[in-house]
């Protein structure tokens, strides 16, 4: 495994990686974009559309997501 062969090797530098960030900063238009490429289905890109877009709950309201995919 790649991993194994960095943490074995004589590297000077790590890296941390934090994937949580990174699934709150997703831009719906652009990952749509990139699964019609390859989903042809439409009924189905919308439903995906409307999972990225549902409302969540913060502090009690409820707010339209625009970017960030849900996780869970």
């Given amino acids: ?7 074995n090797g004589d590297h000077r530098y ?6 949580e960030n990174f699934f709150h ?3 719906h ?3 749509m974009a990139k699964m019609a490429g390859k989903i042809t289905d439409k009924k189905l890109l ?9 409302g969540i709950t913060l502090d ?5 997501r625009k ?6």
């Fill in 46 to 54: 919308k439903l995906i559309r409307g999972y990225l877009t549902s």
């Fill in 1 to 7: 495994m790649k991993a194994q062969e960095y943490i």
């Fill in 14 to 19: 790590r890296v941390s990686v934090d994937l």
């Fill in 29 to 31: 238009d652009v990952l």
């Fill in 60 to 64: 009690g309201a409820l707010v339209q």
């Fill in 67 to 72: 970017q960030g995919i849900p996780q869970g």
């Fill in 25 to 27: 900063m997703v831009n």
